[in-house]
Structures are given as C-alpha cells and as structure tokens.
Nanobody, 123 residues
Framework: VQLQASGGGLVQSGGSLRLSCAASGRTFSNYGMGWFRQPPGKEREFVATISWSGGTTYYTDSVKGRFIISRDNAKNTVYLQMDSLKPEDTAVYYC?????????????????WGQGTQVTVSS
C-alpha cells in the first residue's frame, strides 16, 4: 500500500488549504481513513477520520467546524478541507489507512501511513 499526500503549504491565518491523499495497492473503499498531524516538537495527534462509506466522521475538538474530511472511493482519495486556519494548526499532516472499515480515532488502529505534508500557518 502506498499513500501520497499533497496540498500542504504556507498560508496566512484565516486562510484555507485542501489536503489530498491518494492510495494505491489496496481495496481502498473497504477501509476507514484518517488524518493525523504532528506539530513541531510534539507527538502525533488525531485530526479527523472517515468510515469506509463516508457515512461516519469524527474530528478532534480543535478543528470541529473548520475542517471537513471526505473521500472519493472511485479515485482512491481522501481529502481534508481546512478553513479558518490558525497558527496552532501548523504541523506535518499524515494520512493513514485503518485496519478496519469504520472511522478510527487512535493511531494504533491504522496500519499504513503516508509520508506527510507540511502545513504552515503564519499569524
């Protein structure tokens, strides 16, 4: 399984970015997907997750109302739309494929990870 994340960059506070993660090598549509992030000097943390059908999503509290996770199973791609970005959103963002079909909020429920894409939000 290979995951290719893209869409990161430098944006001003209040701006938007859309991250994409293209998966290959697996029947993507059968599994939950997630986004995690690792801020500078901190541990990796959960951001958002989506079930295999897209019918269930969960978000960490700090991004609720600002971020939206979605997926296109036909394109084997998961997205993270990030609006109203804040400097504290600065991190390397990772996409991951879950071990099972539902939305999962803990990192040990994932077994494949992308390489990460840097998001930097300036104040």
């Amino acid at each position: 399984v290979q995951l290719q994340a893209s869409g990161g960059g430098l944006v001003q506070s209040g701006g938007s970015l859309r991250l994409s993660c293209a998966a290959s090598g697996r029947t993507f549509s059968n599994y939950g997907m997630g986004w995690f992030r690792q801020p500078p000097g901190k541990e990796r943390e959960f951001v958002a997750t989506i079930s295999w059908s897209g019918g269930t999503t969960y978000y960490t509290d700090s991004v609720k109302g600002r971020f939206i996770i979605s997926r296109d199973n036909a394109k084997n791609t998961v997205y993270l739309q990030m609006d109203s970005l804040k400097p504290e959103d600065t991190a390397v963002y990772y996409c991951a494929v879950a071990k099972l079909s539902w939305a999962s909020r803990t990192h040990y429920e994932y077994d494949y990870w992308g390489q990460g894409t840097q998001v930097t939000v300036s104040s």
